[in-house]
């Protein structure tokens, strides 16, 4: 049985930071793409930050670029997302996603075989 757990949500200020953690249990770690997502009240899932198998390939939304930092521990794994300049529009529900398969990264949602129930991030201005 997968299971993705994420943890490290909070309320924090703005300009604030948090690492959130996504633990994975049940799957070939390391052979998975990783990613996360968030959806905010009244909006849509929207792609936040993806990694590769090795860690060695990124990609991140225009709205976090230069703000979040996506990584992965396969030993433990586990996926991290920090957040620095933490801002009031990233308040949402954060999800871990992973893709089994290919080793392709996408931002597409429905790529992405397994969701962990979320993280609650309230960035308070």
């Known amino acids: 049985q997968v299971q993705l757990v994420e943890s490290g949500g909070g309320l924090v200020q703005a300009g604030g930071s948090l690492r959130l953690s996504c633990a994975a249990s049940g799957v070939t770690f390391s052979r998975n793409v990783m990613a996360w997502f968030r959806q905010a009240p009244g909006k849509e899932r929207e792609f936040v930050a993806t990694?590769?198998?090795?860690?060695?390939?990124?990609l991140y939304a225009d709205s976090v670029k230069g703000r979040a930092t996506i990584s992965r521990d396969n030993a433990k794994n586990t996926v991290y997302l920090q957040m620095d300049s933490l801002k009031p529009e990233d308040t949402a529900v954060y999800y871990c996603?992973?893709?089994?398969?290919?080793?392709?990264?996408?931002?597409?949602?429905?790529?992405?075989?397994?969701w962990g129930q979320g993280t609650q991030v309230t960035v308070s201005s």
């Open positions: 996603a992973a893709k089994s398969g290919t080793p392709a990264i996408t931002r597409v949602p429905e790529r992405y075989d397994y």
């Open positions: 990694i590769s198998w090795s860690g060695g390939s990124t």
